[in-house]
């Protein structure tokens, strides 16, 4: 039984990370494709061994980094997955990690034993190695779930946005339509957006107004107690 | 330095389960006293390790059941705790899991490793081993966004029962006092409760209605999607 952990770190444990981006209004996964076996050659999750020296939140950052270059990402814990067959060969559990960032912010360069890195849409996404595909279905429930107890990140829009932008944000997590009104109801009643003067032109319809997160707002709303989104 | 995972078990890692148990109008949880080093004789979360051919969702349910004679939990998984120096002398990561029962459901029974299991309430637990404490503070997280993601088990309340009960529970896991009469119409809005004719009597108060829970209407409101309570 080949044992593939490497001296320095714990045998029978991984971390996986699921970024998510929200780039040109679709919602996608970073994924690398993996140079080293087993299953080389299949797109996976970048992921890696936790030292043993390590504590896992550093390790889960270190790994990112090193597959695939994104640097100080903040992740959120998901769950570990521990079913006995989820490895060939060894008995592996891995971690699960997640967030959610802007594409455009960060610089992607692939790691030692990956062979590509890159973004895919989450609605196209190729056959995964190992239970990777169960643990982005994890992440992606987990998000769905975060939008709703935490307003988004102001970072995953542009400086301005309308907000048919945002909105269809929540509705690429969401997977689902949402009432365009009610939203903007609800969006509004949150008080966190200011109105510009200015207004988007460009498009095929109306001009719609453009806006920018109220910063102070914002944070006042996130150190609320209790807060949850309601669409 | 001591081994202490025994053999047929994974060396890195164990699970430990925060019980929650909601009696008497107070929150409790279920805490065992160690019988084994290290920390011998200090109260504990009960835990264990995982079998190298076990599925850790399994893993977690014959752990409780060893050590306390719970069977048959559903528990979610909450977080795995990995910080270097969590445990003394060896690398040992562990996955928590937790839940929230009717103590009066359940007879305890302490296992093999422990020499004494009860409940204690969450305001008054004693210094726990390892990091065990943080544990529990990261489960009564979970729990209190849980409570406001999902509607509450009915097996947790008596067969009938007043509002202010229900408001008491909701208190003890949010640990925060609500508006009552919110509370109440709210509560009422859901559509699960049924009035009955009879009311609680013997109290010192104005009797109060007594209530029980429309079984059907409350299975439809867990089944719906986007559900939010909002006290």
Redesign the interface.
């Given at each position: 039984m080949p044992r593939y952990s490497p001296e320095g770190s714990?045998?029978?444990?991984t971390i996986d990370c699921t970024i998510f981006g929200f780039d040109n209004f679709a919602l996608k996964v970073l994924l690398v494709k993996r140079d080293i076996e087993p299953q080389k050659g299949m797109w996976a999750l970048p992921g890696g061994w936790?030292g043993?020296?390590?504590?896992?939140?550093d390790?889960a950052r270190r790994i990112l980094e090193e597959a695939t270059n994104l640097k100080d990402i903040y992740m959120d814990?998901v769950?570990?997955?521990?079913?006995?067959d989820r490895f060939p060969d060894n008995?592996i559990?891995t971690?699960s990690y997640a967030a959610l960032i802007n594409p455009l912010s960060h610089r992607l360069q692939q790691g030692p034993e990956v062979s590509d890195v890159k973004w895919m849409d989450v609605k196209e996404v190729p056959p995964l190695t190992f239970d990777h595909g169960e643990i982005l279905q994890a992440s992606l429930n987990h998000l769905k779930?975060q939008v709703?107890?935490e307003p988004i990140s102001f970072e995953l829009l542009p400086a301005k946005f309308t907000i048919p932008q945002i909105l269809g944000l929540y509705e690429s997590i969401l997977d689902t339509k949402l009432d365009r009104r009610n939203f903007r109801k609800k969006l509004l009643r949150m008080n966190i957006l200011e109105k510009l003067e200015e207004k988007q032109t460009g498009g095929a319809h109306r001009a719609a107004d453009l806006y920018r997160f109220d910063r102070a707002n914002y944070e006042r709303l996130i150190e609320e107690e209790?807060f949850?989104y309601?669409f």
């Amino acid at each position: 039984m080949p044992r593939y952990s490497p001296e320095g770190s714990l045998p029978c444990i991984t971390i996986d990370c699921t970024i998510f981006g929200f780039d040109n209004f679709a919602l996608k996964v970073l994924l690398v494709k993996r140079d080293i076996e087993p299953q080389k050659g299949m797109w996976a999750l970048p992921g890696g061994w936790v030292g043993d020296r390590e504590d896992l939140d550093d390790a889960a950052r270190r790994i990112l980094e090193e597959a695939t270059n994104l640097k100080d990402i903040y992740m959120d814990q998901v769950k570990t997955f521990g079913r006995v067959d989820r490895f060939p060969d060894n008995r592996i559990l891995t971690v699960s990690y997640a967030a959610l960032i802007n594409p455009l912010s960060h610089r992607l360069q692939q790691g030692p034993e990956v062979s590509d890195v890159k973004w895919m849409d989450v609605k196209e996404v190729p056959p995964l190695t190992f239970d990777h595909g169960e643990i982005l279905q994890a992440s992606l429930n987990h998000l769905k779930q975060q939008v709703r107890m935490e307003p988004i990140s102001f970072e995953l829009l542009p400086a301005k946005f309308t907000i048919p932008q945002i909105l269809g944000l929540y509705e690429s997590i969401l997977d689902t339509k949402l009432d365009r009104r009610n939203f903007r109801k609800k969006l509004l009643r949150m008080n966190i957006l200011e109105k510009l003067e200015e207004k988007q032109t460009g498009g095929a319809h109306r001009a719609a107004d453009l806006y920018r997160f109220d910063r102070a707002n914002y944070e006042r709303l996130i150190e609320e107690e209790g807060f949850v989104y309601d669409f």
